[in-house]
């Protein structure tokens, strides 16, 4: 079976700092693939970012960058200079091909919920 | 703007009434989702259609009876709900997971109807 552990629940921080949500999986599966989701207060989930297990490049994009390691199975989301605006609950979710008929299943982690203050 | 959109936004019901969910997406997606979502937990898989068809029933009370007239068209019909169904309900497209080339393919998820069941 396979889990998400995002062991960050709430994390706070100051305008412009840094900060590193963590996200660890557990899967048998030696193809699968990784998302990152956003959900702000509004509820809708937005798609941040994919990444498969055979494809270890970091990734940075804008302010954002990720980091996946399949050494010690994570898949972790830095922000840089946070902004207000990044306020929200985020997600990770795993998919697994083991099944073809359970492929359409996202496994997600309990999220995290970073507040970000003036 | 979400390339998903549901109906409505907020729904307050009791407990003898009967009344829809309603999603509708343009992407050209072939696969659609429900997803129920308490407060603070991560989303949770109910229904999937792939083809307008359903594929997937995570074991879902019969109260819930999800309906995909068309490719782009998405419905879930509620009846004699429980206060503990209260929830966001999210629905989500994407391309239908079945081969190797669309494992990595993202959901796309609507705002949410948040429902309250009195």
């Known amino acids: 079976a396979q889990k998400v552990t995002q062991a960050q629940t709430e994390i706070s921080v100051v305008e412009k700092e840094d900060v590193t949500l963590d996200c660890v999986y557990e899967?048998?599966?030696?193809?699968?693939?990784l998302f990152w989701y956003k959900q702000p207060p509004s509820g809708e989930l937005v798609f941040l970012i994919r990444?498969?297990?055979?494809?270890?490049q970091n990734e940075i994009s804008g302010r954002y960058s990720w980091n996946f390691q399949k050494s010690t199975s994570s898949f972790n989301f830095t922000i840089t200079a946070s902004q207000v605006v990044d306020s929200a609950v985020y997600f990770c979710?795993?998919?697994?091909?083991?099944?073809?008929?359970?492929?359409?299943?996202?496994?997600f982690g309990t999220g995290t919920r970073l507040q970000v203050m003036l | 703007d979400t390339e998903v959109t549901q109906t409505p936004k907020h729904l307050v019901m009791g407990m003898t009434n009967k009344k829809s969910l309603k999603c509708e997406q343009h992407?050209?997606?072939?696969?659609m989702y429900w997803y129920k979502q308490k407060a603070k937990k991560p989303p949770e898989l109910m229904f999937v259609?792939?083809?307008?068809?359903?594929?997937i029933n995570e074991s879902v009370p019969s109260r819930f009876s999800p309906e995909c007239p068309n490719s782009s068209l998405l419905n879930l019909h509620l009846h004699a709900l429980q206060p503990e169904d209260s929830a966001l309900y999210l629905c989500?497209?994407?391309?239908?997971?079945?081969?190797?080339?669309?494992?990595?393919?993202?959901?796309?998820f609507g705002n949410g109807t948040r429902l309250t069941v009195t």
């Open positions: 989500a497209s994407s391309q239908v997971i079945s081969t190797k080339a669309s494992y990595n393919s993202p959901l796309h």
């Open positions: 899967t048998r599966d030696t193809t699968y693939y």
């Open positions: 990444r498969n297990s055979f494809d270890e």
């Open positions: 979710a795993l998919r697994t091909t083991l099944n073809t008929g359970t492929a359409s299943k996202l496994t």
């Open positions: 992407m050209g997606h072939r696969a």
């Open positions: 259609y792939s083809y307008e068809k359903l594929s």
